[in-house]
């Protein structure tokens, strides 16, 4: 049953990093089908939206200990999302109307250009904001599986609450030096 759980979990998992990138592959179509424009700030945008949410999360008091439950929850990921879009389309206005339009009639490097060139100024913006330190996404939903038990081994499947990476060195059986990492993607340690 556990296994079954695992699975799921390592679905779900699969599923919504999948349609983040299905999302931004979208958005570039959509951008280079209708202006004839690669947006190389289209990933910043992301970022910063990702920002909002995290700042969202602390102004409504959700950190790395505190996990809402119940209406709570969806009232604080409605909130979270409906701040984040909105912040993302103000800022993609923003660009727009600022780096892009007036740029439409001149030759189709100048667009490329300034398309690089605010890309360049959101990261920087995101570094000033958040730092160049690792940043983790607060861990919103109970750490429990549905027996109630701690979930660790999704955590060393998925990484250490959104990690991106998977330390299974205890898992090693009595070796606490030899450290066994990989991506979570890969599925097999190095």
């Not at 699969?14 to 299905?22: D, E, K, R, V």
Request: a neutral charge; one cysteine or more; hydrophobic letters at 45%.
């Amino acid at each position: 049953m556990a296994l079954f759980f695992l699975a799921l979990q390592i679905l779900v998992v699969g599923l919504t990093t999948g349609a983040i990138y299905a999302l931004i592959a979208l958005g570039y179509t959509m951008v280079y089908g209708i202006i004839e424009l690669i947006n190389f700030a289209h990933g910043d945008i992301f970022m910063i939206g990702t920002f909002v949410s995290i700042a969202i999360f602390g102004l409504l008091g959700i950190g790395t200990n505190s996990q809402p439950t119940g209406w709570w929850l969806v009232a604080v990921l409605v909130i979270t999302c409906l701040g984040a879009m909105l912040a993302c389309a103000v800022l993609g206005v923003v660009i727009e109307r600022v780096a892009y339009r007036p740029l439409r009639n001149s030759p189709r490097i100048a667009p490329l250009i300034s398309a690089i060139g605010v890309s360049l100024i959101l990261e920087d913006v995101g570094k000033l904001w958040k730092g160049i330190e690792y940043i983790t996404f607060p861990q919103i939903f109970p750490d429990k599986d549905k027996s109630g038990a701690d979930n660790d081994q999704h955590r060393r499947y998925t990484g250490n609450r959104g990690s991106g990476y998977i330390d299974d060195s205890s898992a090693m059986d009595g070796h606490q030096h030899t450290h066994r990492t990989c991506y979570a993607c890969c599925g097999a340690g190095s």
